[in-house]
């Protein structure tokens, strides 16, 4: 006897039907059509679409703060996202208070650990490189192992003030003594420092997150031509997350890079509160529609938000439908519309003419019913 049985699925990989059974936290089989189940609960999708569980690799959702800050399940299963990512709302001194609060989640919640010990607490908190302490850093990911799943380093001017990349070589120090392959995700912004050196320091597997925004410290040269450092970036295998956040993605920046082959690996919001209930990020659903209007199929942004979000942060039992896997899933119909206004960061518009609805979602077994 099983505990879910989830029936007459679509899967966004092939448009084929799909099956899903659950006991306790974990898949344990998947088909088109599984034969003999006995569930405790059957749920008939009914033709609906059925993927892993979205994840978010990049929100803020530390509710203590004042700057940045969110109810995880407000940005999480609400959503259709059943794994959020904090991006480094906190520090050593505060993600122990942050891990506590989270136990109470519906989603799961992960998070970044700031480079700086405070975290978010005011927006130039790499502006005093005094807050850049070995020993709290490493003692947290100690403690907190199973949640602490990368570094984050925020590397513009109105964080790090006067001190340029010496942060990212703090943490690229660090990332090194964890092992090398500890996740890290560098932001990007207003300059100092420059993008040229920010990208400098970078390896392959490291996280460029806000890639895609307009500002004139972006990827783009004068003439309006991905710049060529950031093209050898990619190539060696820097990984391009979106982050599209408020200020952090720019429909004609993005054109032209994906125009140049620089596509996206993954797909985030850097969504919290303001940019959540006033836009322009307004959910993960939205944020995927505006990929769907530059030509991605439904796989490809489901992917960028389920395999590839799992791999930048060795999550290897999510992201994928895979007996074995946690029991993370997203239920969703695509909507075809008129008119589907979509905004980036600068207030530019585009019309899309399809529409993600999240109906349902599954969070390590047990599932949650969506409301409009």
């Known amino acids: 006897m099983i505990d879910l049985y989830l029936k007459n699925g679509i899967s966004v990989e092939d448009q084929s ?9 974990k898949i344990i089989a998947v088909g088109h059509h599984l034969e003999g189940i006995e569930a405790k609960k059957s749920v008939d999708l009914q033709g609906k679409y059925l993927s892993a569980g979205w994840i978010d690799d990049h929100v803020h959702c530390y509710q203590n703060l004042t700057l940045y800050y969110d109810d995880p399940d407000e ?29 109470n989640k519906i989603t799961n919640v992960l998070a ?14 790499l502006g005093d490189l005094s ?25 513009s001017q109105s964080v790090v003030i006067d001190n340029d990349i010496e942060p990212l070589k703090k943490a690229k120090q660090y990332q090194k003594e ?48 991905i710049q060529q450092f950031v093209i050898e970036a990619y190539r060696r ?13 720019n429909f004609h920046t993005f054109e032209i890079a994906n125009q140049a082959g620089l596509i996206p690996f993954s797909i985030s919001t850097d969504i919290y509160n303001k940019n959540r209930l006033n836009g322009p990020v307004y959910n993960m659903a939205t944020t995927l529609e505006k990929f769907l209007t530059f030509g991605y199929s439904l796989k ?21 439908i895979r007996p074995g896997y946690d029991a993370d ?31 349902m979602v599954v969070v390590m077994g047990k599932e949650y019913e969506i409301g409009e």
């Open 300 to 320: 490809d942004v489901v992917e960028k938000v389920t395999i590839a979000p799992a791999a930048n942060f060795n999550l290897v039992n999510k992201g994928q």
């Open 112 to 125: 970044m650990i700031n480079i700086g010990r405070t975290g978010i607490l005011a927006q130039n908190e």
């Open 237 to 249: 295998g820097v990984v391009f997350d979106v982050g599209h956040g408020t200020d952090s993605f």
């Open 329 to 359: 899933l997203t239920v969703f119909e695509l909507v075809h519309h008129e008119d589907v206004m979509l905004t980036d960061s600068n207030k530019h518009h585009k019309v899309g003419k399809q529409k993600i609805c999240p109906k």
């Open 178 to 225: 964890l092992g090398g392959n500890f996740p890290l995700m560098v932001h990007v912004g207003a300059n100092p420092p420059a993008l040229r050196d920010v990208l400098a320091l970078m390896d392959d597997n490291d996280i460029l997150t806000h890639g895609y925004n307009g500002k004139p410290n972006g990827i783009l040269d004068k003439a309006g031509n």
């Open 75 to 103: 940005d999480g299963y609400k959503t259709g996202v059943t794994t959020v990512i904090d991006a480094g709302s906190t520090g050593a001194d505060n993600i122990g208070a942050f891990y506590d609060i989270t136990r």
């Open 131 to 155: 807050t850049v302490e070995r020993k709290p850093l490493m003692k947290a990911i100690e403690n907190y192992s199973s949640f602490i799943v990368g570094i984050k380093v925020r590397e």
């Open 17 to 25: 039907p799909l099956e899903v059974a659950i006991l306790g936290s």
